[in-house]
């Protein structure tokens, strides 16, 4: 049966800033049916800094009003701060809608990792979370996990993004912890454990001081979206959706240009 454009639901994608576009980029592939909302929570960002009482409470209190405005199908976290606190929290206040979550990629690079040593480049809140904690005991007792959390390195990423100029001096500073050499072994798969980090890969490839493995988590995050979205045979790809929602108000001019790039009218 044909659906009424009407009875499509848009796909809710929500980040800390503009990082998220690396999930959202390879869930509307998968998912070419359907509208998407980008949500940027720009006035909040960065997150890694929070206390993590009001974070939560800024984040619960910010989905009340997204999902009465936008009724959405599923909703994605493309953001592992913000998951791994506010996760549970998120589904038992909404339990009526579907939370699709971004959590370190850490099974998948024990899973992958010939040496044994793997890295986890994150936000400082990922890292100090016992979900991270937790993830390392399920699924990588074998392996050395060595956990980096960087200041500023989300804040160079959206800079990067929006075409600023950031050094190498800059960027390396942030991820030279993550390579670790050890009884003959080297360091050879990094988690990308934030959504802004994979736009900066080529930098940080050009930057290592030998190759490894970046893991960018955004494909099985899409994934995952996928597999829990109904497909609707003889779907049109609605046309009051794909647009991207900031909580300051006021993207810049490059934010703009950039959303624009991805399919989205700010």
Known sequence: MTAALNELKPVLVFDSGIGGLTVLREARVLMPERGFIYIADDAGFPYGGWEEQALKERIIGLFAKLLDEHDPEVCIIACNTAFTLVGADLRAAFPQMT?????????????????????VLATPGTVKRAYTRDLIQSFAQQCHVRLVGSENLARMAEAYIRGDVVSDEAVLSEIDQCFVEKDGSKTDIVVLACTHYPFMANVFRRLAPWPVDWLDPAEAIARRARSLVPHVADAVHPDNFDFAVFTSGNPDFATRRLMQGFGLKA
């Open 99 to 119: 939370f699709v979550g971004t959590v370190p990629a850490i099974k998948p690079a024990a899973e992958r990792t010939r040496s044994g040593l793997v890295s």
